[in-house]
């Protein structure tokens, strides 16, 4: 099973999106496919059509209420399973403040439900809120690996190393197993001269860590690029996928690229199991 955070500090670069139609496009293909909202926005669970009411038990029972994960776990189509947010989940990092390994409380109900039995899917996606605090740090301490959305622009390039730098921090320290898979770009627009720039840039620093004692010295720019399309936009105000709401369109077309290429490093770059004890 491959746990992955998908973490960003900058809001609006395509977590969500990337998270929700990834899980779809893998589904697609066959995979059992878990998707976690960390997000308390409820992006996620909006776009699969759940209302994020505070009946609901959702990831804040998990993490405050110390409700199983399974009874959180809702059907949201085929070999597909969401763990849905809430608006309470804005107050847990404030409720949890005074809990002992407040950072290990996602990372520890995975495992429990691994012992039970409960946990039986190829992919766990997990959609990080735009920030670093403990909601993201718990995704990051559950998780074997980092996908990071990003806008191929230089302001979004000043903010990876920042990301990086929490991500090789959290692996020094907390989850030694965590690793940067790759970088994934979206709004992609191939036309300008910024665009190439900036791909260009990544690449080279990508290049550089290579061989070294580094989390992301094995990452990638991932050869799919996310192209702008406005159907990508409009799906969720549908509750849908972009593979239901116009699977010819572009925007699915370009997940379902991103989906083969995720899913075909299974075999070629398999890491541990986080469970066992993988991240718009």
């Not at 809702?74 to 107050?91: C, E, K, M, N, Q």
């Not at 039995?117 to 993201?136: E, K, Q, V």
């Not at 702008?228 to 572009?250: C, H, M, V, W």
């Not at 370009?254 to 398999?270: C, F, P, T, W």
Request: net charge negative; glycine share 6%.
């Amino acid at each position: 099973m491959r746990t992955i955070a998908f973490m960003n500090q900058k809001g609006g670069v395509g977590k969500t999106t990337t998270t929700a139609n990834l899980g779809a496009a893998l589904a697609e293909r066959g995979m059992r496919v878990c998707l976690i909202d960390l997000d308390p926005q409820a992006h996620l669970t909006i776009n699969y059509g759940l209302d994020p009411k505070p009946e609901i038990i959702s990831l804040y029972n998990v993490l405050v209420d110390e409700v199983p994960l399974k009874d959180a776990v809702h059907p949201v189509g085929d070999r597909l399973w969401l763990v849905p947010s809430s608006i309470d989940l804005a107050a847990a990092e404030v409720e949890l403040v005074t809990v002992l390994g407040r950072e290990m409380l996602l990372k520890n109900s995975l495992e429990s439900a691994a012992a039970s039995a409960s946990l039986d899917y190829d992919f766990i996606l997990m959609d990080c809120p735009p920030s670093l605090g403990l909601l993201t740090i718990n995704a990051l301490c559950a998780a074997g690996e980092v996908i990071i959305p990003m806008q191929p622009q230089f302001l979004a390039l000043q903010g990876v190393a920042k990301l990086l730098e929490t991500v090789q921090l959290v692996n020094r320290r907390m989850n030694p197993r965590l690793k940067v898979t790759g970088i994934a770009l979206t709004m992609y627009d191939s036309q300008t001269k910024l665009t190439t720039e900036v791909v260009n840039e990544l690449t080279s620093f990508i290049s550089a860590a290579q061989g070294k004692t580094l989390p992301w010295s094995g990452a990638k720019v991932f050869a799919s690029k996310i192209r702008r399309n406005i159907k990508l936009a409009e799906s969720p105000g549908f509750g849908q996928t972009i593979l239901k709401y116009d699977p010819a369109s572009n925007g699915a077309a370009d997940y379902r690229a991103l989906a083969a290429e995720i899913a075909g490093m299974a075999e070629q770059n398999k890491p541990a199991e986080t469970v066992a004890m993988t991240v718009g």
